[in-house]
Nanobody
């Protein structure tokens, strides 16, 4: 089992920044691709970003490229999502997830473990 706990969500004005963090515990952190997903009210959960097991590869949704950056810290067993130039359409519950596979472009259905989510609200 892998336990994932997100933090860092909140309310921010459009154009602002937030950094989300996800603390992982329970299994070897480097054995998992780590990803961020989000779900807005009334919409399906969608992929945001992912980072490979060793951190050498990243993958982003087109809607966040150039604005969001995913990173991981092996000493702290955390994965972060730095979100800059936020837009109202970024408002959603953001979820951290762990995938025991090798494909950073994996769909949400291939992820094995999920956190409880953290709310991000961007006001216009």
């Amino acid at each position: 089992q892998v336990q994932l706990v997100e933090s860092g969500g909140g309310l921010v004005q459009a154009g602002g920044s937030l950094k989300l963090s996800c603390a992982a515990s329970g299994r070897t952190f480097s054995n998992y691709i780590m990803g961020w997903f989000r779900q807005a009210p009334g919409k399906e959960r969608e992929f945001v970003a992912a980072i490979s097991r060793r951190g050498g590869r990243t993958h982003y949704a087109e809607s966040v490229k150039g604005r969001f950056t995913i990173s991981r810290d092996y000493a702290k067993n955390t994965v972060s999502l730095q979100m800059n130039n936020l837009k109202p359409e970024d408002t959603a519950v953001y979820y951290c997830a762990a995938n025991s596979g090798y494909n950073v472009a994996a769909t949400q259905y291939e992820y094995d473990y999920w956190g409880q989510g953290t709310q991000v609200t961007v006001s216009s």
